[in-house]
């Protein structure tokens, strides 16, 4: 699926600003084999693709979720040297001095809420991901409770839950300064549910990454929020922890239940 970044954001008279261009790949969608109650995107790792998700998601007993999974561009990435590959956005360094690939963020949180923006009224809209898929998933849950990406477009998708595999939190250092001062931003961030979870054996997105994203997100305002972590665990994930995804998903989004 080819997305131009200004496609969702142009004026009404059709100018618009250079930008780059993203082209996406192919979309995988898991269909519910119950009553469909919820709509989740689930964002892969850096190199992978949506297929290698949707084949994990389609085994979960969570019949009642249907689970849209979309493939990153495919671009240069700094942290490889400039070697092309499938990402969300550029990244380099995940210390919180290394810079932020704003527009690729907004870019691919942009396409994420186009994907969640035709599903019907009375289903609840999640986001989830794994490592530099997490990363996006949390960049979007700040963007929900700031109600605008960070080129200041308006961000209008009603986010139920938020769920992040072994990854971090992008834009962190600016993420305190924007929310203060906004009464809205501090209201829905207190009741918007996340699940973060980490292995302490990580040794592509060290732990310490995925403790820091929790504490900045805990200090401004993210009260319902759950960091789990996993001994031993590396830079995967296992049976204990997607048990642990299904049944805090399953309370959070009041789902009817598993399939036997």
Not at 80 to 106: I, K, N, Q, R
Not at 150 to 172: D, E, H, K, M, R
Request: glycine share 12%.
């Amino acid at each position: 699926m080819f997305l131009c970044f200004e496609c969702l954001n142009c004026n009404v008279s059709g100018s618009r600003t250079t930008r780059r261009t993203f082209e996406f790949g192919r979309t995988h969608v898991v269909r519910p084999k119950g009553k469909h109650q919820a709509t989740i995107v689930w964002l892969h790792g850096l190199g992978d693709k949506g297929s290698s998700w949707s084949q994990l998601l389609e085994t979960l007993p969570l019949p009642n979720i249907k689970w849209i999974c979309p493939t990153a561009p495919t671009r240069p990435v700094a942290i490889f040297g400039g070697y092309p590959c499938t990402a969300w956005f550029d990244v380099g360094d995940l210390s919180e001095d290394g810079p932020d690939d704003l527009e690729g963020l907004d870019a691919s949180a942009a396409h994420v809420a186009n994907l969640l923006s035709t599903e019907p009224a009375d289903i609840k809209l999640g986001i989830g991901g794994f490592s530099m898929g997490a990363a996006t998933a949390l960049y979007s849950a700040t963007c929900r409770i700031l109600g605008q990406y960070g080129n200041g477009n308006s961000y209008s998708i009603n986010l139920s839950a938020v769920v992040g595999l072994s990854g971090w939190l992008p834009c962190s250092r600016t993420l305190k300064s924007r929310m203060d001062g906004s009464h809205d931003a501090a209201r829905h961030a207190a009741t918007l549910p996340i699940l973060l979870c980490h292995g302490l054996g990580d040794d592509v997105v060290a732990y310490k990454h995925g403790e820091r994203s929790a504490q900045v997100l805990s200090s401004v305002g993210f009260r319902n929020l759950t960091f789990r972590t996993y001994n031993g665990l590396g830079h995967y994930t296992v049976p204990e922890e997607t048990d642990a995804v299904c049944n805090w998903l399953t309370v959070m989004l009041g789902l009817e239940g598993s399939r036997s």
